[in-house]
């Protein structure tokens, strides 16, 4: 392990100070971990390791002694092995060759073990794989590697009619990832690929047209991996996707990012209110608190700032126990009968099997969405999955009289709120109908506005949209100020797994590297503010506004399957914090669930 560190820091061209730096960080142990002796071996074992890349992946070849090639004895092959424990024979056959293996990424081709199973296939060699090669129709290509791309490879022995590639890899090389680039991902390819270790019996064996044989197998093990936070706590690693240290780099991010907010926590809020305390969050009811009550001075809530506080907890205390896929999660507050009630206060994308996760969200816009002294608080997924165990509070700090005190005449304060275009719609040629014109005059002794607006898309259409495709939403104030923003992070490769350090849950399972439409999986979604303040008319004038969403810099129209965005926007009001309070009445709006 150690010799291919210091050969990949080679390739990399580090300085020898950065390399001493990062092995003086390592420790290299030569026990095997079942001679510890200690509570490490049990641990592993406990957190046994399940699903994709656990255990150990192989591919076993089968070198049929009757077809040894004109030339090769089976002494020459024992020579080649260069370890007598490998030459031995049973009934006059040689022993199978296990060696390991890493099959190409699993989201851009089939699985070996999936493609083939148990059933055995025959190997015939094909030098490099860059070209057609009738050879290996209905057989698996043995490859070497390098002088084409691994798209190349495998396209052209598909076109050959092979049944799948095995890359074999240079001589003293590690075994690594094999994966399409940039618009070859757009072409689809249907057989599977995996790279195995150079190995001189197959090698030679084949070459010279030998009959080899080949199955796939992975044997079960416990758990290779485990952590330390910088708090001492043993955490688990989560699911690598495919061999390679971004993963431990992302774990250990990923912890960094919640000792940093434990110890923001730890700092003293003005007043903590719980809602949720590892509430059942399942089914058509989903999670529900009641009568909550809040801190409230007669007219309104009596703070200045409020965060969400929330932890999506597991049945128990481990991965494997979490609800597996990431879905939306909302949180709406009714504080009374008026049409903020029913509002969305927060949202949230579950991580898919982890646990690791909590998320801090300023949700200070919001306030005006808390009307009375007690609200009830609902939070939902989709009813169908499996449950998640919410912890939920809100904290509210800088109270009116600091904020009074702090700002001489009363300072600003979230004071009103409007909802002016919630839902859930369908993202086709008819999604912009479904938002007309808002209009709107801003109330006397205004000093401030904002729009605040919660937007993802889901669903997947010819256009991977609207999760995995880019797309623009637009408020354009008065037909005179654009406000834009594009979610440029959906659809790259690693578009997730680069917002661990911001709270994105790491090493989840299914594709959560990928970046999203305006959202990842294990992480709290984050407002988009707009202050429209000098885009408007303050003096009682009507003003509207209007939104808009885009995909290619136009109206989205998909030829199949479209998916949809849900969006909650606001437009808040702030005034300073000594004026009059007057709520107004909102034209009714119906949300209900969003999902």
Same mark, same amino acid.
């Given at each position: ?29 030569t026990?095997?971990? $079942? ?14 390791c399940? #699903?994709h890349?656990?255990g ?9 002694n009757?077809n ?8 020459? &092959?024992?020579c080649?092995?260069? *370890? /007598? ?5 049973s009934?006059?056959?040689l022993?199978?060759?296990v ?16 493609g083939?199973g ?6 015939v ?19 070497? *590697?390098?002088?084409?791309?691994y ?8 076109n050959s @009619?092979?049944v799948?590639?095995?890359v ?6 590690a075994?690594?990832?094999?994966n399409?680039?940039?618009?070859e ?5 249907n ?12 090698m ?5 047209? =030998? ?7 992975? %044997? ?6 485990l952590?330390?936070?910088?708090? =001492?706590?043993? +955490?688990? &690693?989560?699911?690598l ?13 990923? &912890?960094?990012f919640l ?7 730890? +700092? ?6 719980n809602? $949720?305390?590892?509430t059942?969050?399942?089914g ?27 932890q999506?907890?597991?049945?128990? %205390?481990t991965?494997r126990?979490c ?32 646990? &690791?996760?909590?998320?801090? %969200? *300023? ?6 969405l808390?009307?009375?002294?007690r ?9 169908? %999955?499996d449950p ?24 600003? !304060?979230?004071d ?18 479904? $938002? ?7 109330? @006397?002794?205004?000093?401030?506005v ?15 949209? /609207? ?15 654009l406000n ?5 992070? /959906?659809?790259?490769?690693q @578009?997730?797994?680069h917002?661990?350090k911001? =709270? ?25 503010v707009? #202050?429209?303040? *000098?885009?408007?008319q ?26 949809n965005?849900?969006?909650?926007? !606001?437009?808040?009001?702030w ?13 009714q709006?119906?949300?209900g669930?969003?999902?």
């Open positions: 392990m150690k010799k291919q560190i210091v050969s990949r820091m080679s390739q990399l061209r580090l300085p020898d100070q950065e390399v001493t730096e990062i092995l003086g960080r390592m420790h290299f142990g026990s095997p971990v $079942f001679q510890l002796g200690n509570w490490i071996p049990d641990l592993l074992k406990e957190w046994r399940e #699903d890349n656990c150990y992946y192989q591919a076993v070849f089968h070198l049929e009757s040894v090639p004109i030339g090769l004895s089976l002494n020459t &092959m024992d080649l092995m260069h *370890d /007598a424990n490998c030459a031995a024979r009934n006059g056959k022993q199978p060759v060696l390991k293996r890493q099959d190409a990424r699993y989201d851009w081709l089939p699985n070996m073990f999936v083939f148990a059933k055995s296939a025959q190997v060699f094909a030098g490099p794989g860059c070209d057609r090669n009738p050879v290996v129709r209905n057989k698996i290509a043995l490859l070497t *590697d390098g002088s084409c791309s798209f190349k490879k495998v396209q052209s022995m598909q @009619g092979s799948g590639v095995i074999v890899a240079n001589t003293g090389e075994i690594h990832d094999m399409c680039q940039n618009t991902c757009s072409t689809v390819l057989i599977p690929a995996t790279m195995v270790p150079y190995d001189e019996r197959i030679t064996f084949a070459r010279q047209g =030998g009959l080899v044989n080949v199955k796939f197998q992975t %044997t079960q093990s416990d758990n290779f991996y952590a330390i936070d910088r708090k =001492g706590r043993l +955490q688990e &690693m989560g699911w996707l495919y061999p390679n240290f971004n993963f431990f780099t992302w774990q250990a991010e990923g &912890m960094s000792a940093d907010l434990e110890d923001q926590i730890a +700092q003293p809020s003005d007043v903590v209110i809602v $949720f305390n590892r059942r969050m399942q058509e009811n989903g999670a529900f608190a009641g009568n909550v009550k809040l801190p409230w001075d007669g007219q309104r809530i009596a703070f200045s700032k409020l965060t969400l506080d929330l999506l907890q597991c049945p128990s %205390t991965d126990t609800a597996e896929w990431d879905h939306t999660v909302h949180l709406f507050v009714c504080c009374d009968d008026s049409a903020l009630c029913g509002m969305e206060l927060g949202r949230w994308i579950s991580p898919y099997r982890r646990k &690791m996760g909590r998320w801090l %969200t *300023d949700a200070t816009h919001l306030i005006p808390l009307t009375n002294k609200c009830n608080f609902t939070m939902k997924h989709p009813p169908w %999955t998640w165990f919410p912890v939920l509070n809100l904290r509210f700090s800088e109270p009116s009289d600091w904020l009074r005190a702090q700002h001489g005449a009363g300072g600003l !304060y979230p009103q709120i409007e909802p002016i275009f919630v839902g859930s719609e369908t993202f086709d040629r008819t999604y912009n109908t479904k $938002f007309p014109p808002y209009l709107f005059a801003v109330p @006397g002794g205004v000093q401030r904002t729009i605040y607006a919660l937007i993802t898309g889901h669903g997947s259409d010819n256009n991977n949209c /609207a999760e995995f495709c880019v797309t623009a939403h637009n408020f354009l104030i008065n037909e005179a100020n834009s923003r594009v979610f440029t992070n /959906a659809g790259t490769a @578009g997730c797994a917002r661990v911001f =709270g994105v849950e790491p090493n989840q399972h299914g594709t959560w590297l990928y970046g999203r439409n305006g959202w990842c999986p294990g992480e709290n979604i984050l407002p988009w707009v #202050d429209i303040t *000098d885009q408007i303050l003096d009682g004038q009507e003003n509207h506004i209007r939104y808009y969403g885009q995909f290619n810099n136009s109206d989205p129209n998909p030829t199949s399957n479209p998916g965005i849900i969006i909650s926007a !606001y437009m808040v009001y005034k300073e914090h000594g004026s009059a309070y007057a709520p107004r009445n909102f034209r709006l119906s949300p669930l969003l999902s």
